[in-house]
């Protein structure tokens, strides 16, 4: 079986949730299929800057192959061409814009996937609100398998997506909430597969290891991730201050990453900046739990991780998909303001037994869903159960012009808006 992996940035060095579930379903499934990933040379998601040469390298044992993005992002244009269709009545030509504005622009990829389409048997295409995955559904829908690897953002309803979401071969979910969303948006009847992704959780971390590198004292709760406002770090940054106030003997909170947002001078916070993975996974193993204050999320790997190393997490309830999780999970608990976020908090820090029993809950649930092997062997049921169903209805075209340019479609947070809410429990 040959499969095409396309993704908008692709490389060991490059951070992104999508970016990095595409290499490693990319190097998982090549342990059983022949791989080559389709992506572009660019390296930074904001401007889309020509970084990696064209053509064809190996990237740890997976061949992958680049094209050049025609033009860089303009911030300003795209902010503005994204409050249109976000937030206004538009057009699909307001629409196929805004993608543009957004890029990467890539037709030499797209022209790829065109002629290779033949060649292939199926493509998984990563993250579905970006350039190459819309215009290579298009181009290879009868062998298109689509990750949308979709939050409650408004993009996802924005009318241009209804038939890629509906006329792809398959669709990939990373959680039953993603499902429930898309289904809900698009129309889509088929259910798709709920996959997600697992990680290389190391066997052995080593907590002790951490602790001396970095002279970390007494018990901690981390955030790992992008420091930034749009992954709730602002608010956690708040809310962990006003509850170390509170609990002046509590948990001191460690950061993992880099990012945006400043990092506010406090005795019981520290940033230890971008680690590597060894170093990443010890302090994982070292923390007494793992706090996710995004409000959107398709799946979160690290809190896979911190489950998989037998640790319980503490959410953001108004992430639909991290509360399902944790729920189904039994794994951590969740809060919707400060006072749950202080009361929680004080529990796990409080009650050390309790913090052993919810990360056990969360590793089982790891091991049953997120573990490699099962998530190989779910793609690869995937794949031979395309092979003996009929194919997809060809993709209808894009309207032509008049049409194009009516400015009859509702504002796509409006769609998401009206999409039911919540997490999933069955």
């Given at each position: 079986?040959k ?12 951070s992104?949730?999508?970016e990095?579930e ?8 090549a342990r ?9 040379c ?7 800057k ?11 044992g997976v ?15 795209f ?8 937030e206004?009545?538009?057009s ?5 814009q ?11 990829l ?17 993250c579905?609100r970006?350039?190459p995955?819309?215009?290579?559904v ?13 939050e ?10 209804g ?6 071969r ?5 959680s039953?909430?993603e ?18 992704v ?9 907590p ?14 981390i ?5 930034d ?10 809310y962990?201050a ?14 993992v990453g880099?990012?945006p ?9 520290r ?23 995004s409000p959107y ?16 997490v ?7 998909v991290?509360?399902g999780q944790?729920?189904?999970?039994g ?5 919707d ?10 529990t ?18 790891y ?10 062997r ?5 794949f ?13 075209a894009?309207?032509?012009?008049f ?16 999409a ?7």
């Amino acid at each position: 079986m040959k499969l095409a992996v396309v993704v908008q940035r692709y490389g060991v060095d490059v951070s992104g949730g999508a970016e990095l579930e595409a290499r490693f379903v990319a190097e998982h499934l090549a342990r059983h299929a022949t791989v080559e990933v389709l992506t572009t040379c660019a390296k930074d998601y904001l401007h889309w800057k020509n970084e990696f040469p064209a053509g064809v390298e190996t990237v740890r044992g997976v061949t992958v192959r680049r094209f050049r993005v025609a033009r860089q992002r303009h911030l300003g244009d795209f902010a503005r061409r994204s409050h249109r269709v976000f937030e206004e009545p538009h057009s699909i030509a307001d629409e196929l814009q805004w993608l543009k504005s957004q890029g990467p622009v890539s037709p030499g990829l797209v022209r790829h996937i065109s002629r290779v389409r033949n060649d292939v048997d199926f493509f998984l295409f990563f993250c579905f609100r970006y350039y190459p995955s819309f215009h290579g559904v298009r181009a290879a829908a009868d062998r298109a398998v689509l990750v949308p690897t979709a939050e409650r953002d408004p993009a996802v309803g924005l009318a241009m997506f209804g038939p890629i979401f509906r006329e792809a071969r398959g669709l990939v979910y990373n959680s039953y909430e993603e499902r429930a969303l898309i289904q809900n948006v698009s129309g889509r009847s088929a259910a798709g597969a709920v996959i997600g992704v697992g990680s290389e959780v190391p066997e052995r971390p080593q907590p002790w290891r951490f602790r001396k590198k970095f002279n970390v004292r007494g018990p901690f709760a981390i955030y790992v991730g992008r420091i930034d406002a749009n992954k709730g770090c602002k608010t956690l940054f708040e809310y962990f201050a006003r509850h170390a106030t509170r609990r002046p003997h509590g948990l001191n909170l460690i950061l993992v990453g880099t990012g945006p947002l400043a990092v506010p001078s406090h005795p019981r916070i520290r940033a230890l900046g971008y680690l590597s993975e060894e170093d990443k996974f010890d302090a994982l193993a070292a923390a007494d739990v793992l706090i996710m204050p995004s409000p959107y999320e398709s799946l979160s790997i690290v809190t896979l991780e911190a489950w998989a190393l037998g640790k319980p997490v503490l959410v953001n309830g108004r992430c639909d998909v991290l509360r399902g999780q944790t729920i189904r999970s039994g794994g951590g608990l969740y809060y919707d303001s400060f006072e749950d976020f202080s009361e929680a908090l004080y529990t796990l820090e409080s009650t050390g037994p309790l913090g052993v029993v919810l990360g056990q809950s969360g590793r089982d649930y790891y091991r049953r869903h997120y573990a490699w092997p099962v998530v190989e062997r779910k793609y690869l049921e995937m794949f031979d159960r395309l092979k003996r169903e009929r194919a997809a209805t060809p993709m209808p075209a894009l309207p032509g012009y008049f049409a194009r340019r009516a400015r009859r479609e509702p504002p796509g947070r409006q769609i998401m808006n009206a999409a039911p809410a919540g997490a999933v429990l069955r």
